[in-house]
């Protein structure tokens, strides 16, 4: 697993792109599901509980920035194909949508690493049209399956900039919980690395 000097894909087109698919004539809907969900950083003027299907939260993308470093990476959750995601949308006013989404870039597209995609996002006052942060399993900072071990010794080391991956996945763990939202995989994960203390 070689560290990553550079972007994987360069980041300012992808945001153009995304910006021009957008529109700009309406309020813009971001579905968050890890870390967005506890510390948006951003001003919005609705949320609401949401559902995407076609997609789950998984712990299997590197994080060399954020949560790790190129030498000692972490992880952070990514949304891969299959089955479905509970999490929380966000809607935030259409003049302030482009200075957002040029903040969010900066915080989840660094390494050019997620596929930005429009979902529909199920919510308890309708369906809407949401930007998703995906992950392709052919990505190189796809993790694959990981050993109990591995994770283990992950959650014991790994940090980066926004602390370490193990603060990271507790933190998305006791929001979900919060919420009413139980993933398996995630509390299986906490559980397995806090028997490991």
Not at 36 to 45: G, N
Request: net charge positive.
């Amino acid at each position: 697993m070689p560290p990553l000097a550079a972007p994987l894909r360069d980041p300012a087109p992808m945001l153009e792109r995304t910006l021009d698919e957008w529109g700009g004539h309406e309020d813009l809907w971001i579905f968050g599901y890890g870390s967005l969900i506890w510390r948006p950083d951003f001003d919005f003027v609705e949320r609401r509980p949401g559902k995407v299907h076609g997609w789950h939260r998984a712990l299997k993308m590197w994080s060399r920035v954020n949560r790790g470093t190129p030498d000692c990476p972490g992880l952070v959750f990514g949304m891969l194909p299959g089955g479905s995601c509970r999490g929380m949308v966000f809607r935030v006013a259409c003049g302030h949508a482009r200075q957002v989404m040029v903040n969010l870039w900066q915080r989840e597209m660094v390494l050019g690493v997620y596929d930005p995609r429009w979902l529909p996002c199920q919510t308890p006052h309708g369906q809407v049209r949401a930007l998703a942060f995906t992950l392709s399993r052919r990505s190189p900072s796809y993790t694959g399956v990981l050993a109990d071990e591995e994770y283990r010794r992950i959650f014991a080391q790994a940090s980066g900039i926004y602390g370490s991956t193990r603060d990271y996945a507790e933190a998305t763990h006791a929001e979900l919980q919060r919420m009413g939202i139980r993933d398996r995989a995630l509390a299986r994960l906490i559980a397995l690395t806090r028997a490991a203390d």
